[in-house]
Nanobody
Framework: QVQLVESGGGLVQPGGSLRLSCAASGSILSLNAMGWYRQAPGKQRELVAI???????NYADSVKGRFTISRDNAKNTVYLQMNSLKPEDTAVYYC???????????????WGQGTQVTVSS
């Protein structure tokens, strides 16, 4: 079994910062691209940021310059540093990963359970 477990969400004032973490565990042979998505009430889930196994990154226009995605391959963990947070960043944030499982040779896609981020004064 493979699990993605997020942490680091919470309530923060506008202009504040939060750091999300997502740790992958289980029978993982290798992690490929990892990313963060978010879903606000009444809206579709959207890509926030993605990082390849080689460290290349891509961001949604709405978070460029404020959010930074990074990963620690030794720990199978991806991070999202969120600065200058705005009320419109309020959403449930989900971790996503493409990975190979031990003993298998096809790519699987996994989601975490989500962590709530609320930006409000």
């Amino acid at each position: 079994q493979v699990q993605l477990v997020e942490s680091g969400g919470g309530l923060v004032q506008p202009g504040g910062s939060l750091r999300l973490s997502c740790a992958a565990s289980g029978s993982i042979l290798s992690l490929n691209a990892m990313g963060w998505y978010r879903q606000a009430p009444g809206k579709q889930r959207e890509l926030v940021a993605i990082i390849t196994s080689g460290g290349r990154t891509n961001y949604a226009d709405s978070v460029k310059g404020r959010f930074t995605i990074s990963r620690d391959n030794a720990k199978n963990t991806v991070y999202l540093q969120m600065n200058s947070l705005k009320p419109e960043d309020t959403a449930v944030y989900y971790c996503n990963a493409d990975l190979l499982r031990v003993g298998e040779y096809r790519l699987y896609n996994y989601w975490g359970q989500g962590t709530q981020v609320t930006v409000s004064s």
